[in-house]
C-alpha cells in the first residue's frame, strides 16, 4: 500500500517561513510529477507547485519568488520551502504523486497524503 505523509505545518507569523516534506512509501517503481496543492476554507483546491522527475518545476503566480519546490528521489520525498509567508497563504496544503506502484502488475497511479495545516497569522 503506497501513503504520502507531510510534516512541517504549523502556525508562522507574516514574513515567516516554513519547510513542508512529504514522504513517499510503499512498493513503489518510480516516481513521476509529486507537487503541492493548497484548499483554503469555502475555496477549491488549487496548484502550489510541481516538479518532475527531470526537476522541472511549475508554480503559481501566487507564489512565485517566494515558494520552491524540490525532491529526494533516493528518499522518495518531496519539499517546499515557503518564505515571506502571508496571511493569504494560510489554508491545507496536500502533496500529491504520480508513480508506478507494484501490485500483482505495474500499474501507474495518483495519490494525496492527509494534508498539513498552515496558518500564518500574528
Known amino acids: 500500500q503506497v501513503q504520502l505523509v507531510e510534516s512541517g505545518g504549523g502556525l508562522v507569523q507574516p514574513g515567516g517561513s516554513l519547510r513542508l516534506s512529504c514522504a513517499a512509501s510503499?512498493?513503489?517503481?518510480?516516481?513521476?510529477?509529486m507537487g503541492w496543492h493548497r484548499q483554503a476554507p469555502g475555496k477549491q483546491r488549487e496548484l502550489v507547485a510541481a516538479?518532475?522527475?527531470?526537476?522541472?518545476?511549475n508554480y503559481a503566480d501566487s507564489v512565485k519568488g517566494r515558494f520552491t519546490i524540490s525532491r529526494d528521489n533516493a528518499k522518495k520525498t518531496v519539499y517546499l520551502q515557503m518564505n515571506s509567508l502571508k496571511p493569504e497563504d494560510t489554508a491545507v496544503y496536500y502533496c500529491?504523486?504520480?508513480?508506478?506502484?507494484?501490485?500483482?502488475?505495474?500499474?501507474?497511479?495518483?495519490?494525496w497524503g492527509q494534508g498539513t495545516q498552515v496558518t500564518v497569522s500574528s
Open positions: 516538479i518532475t522527475s527531470g526537476d522541472m518545476t
Open positions: 500529491n504523486a504520480d508513480l508506478v506502484e507494484i501490485s500483482t502488475t505495474w500499474v501507474r497511479r495518483h495519490y
Open positions: 510503499g512498493n513503489i517503481a518510480s516516481i513521476n510529477t
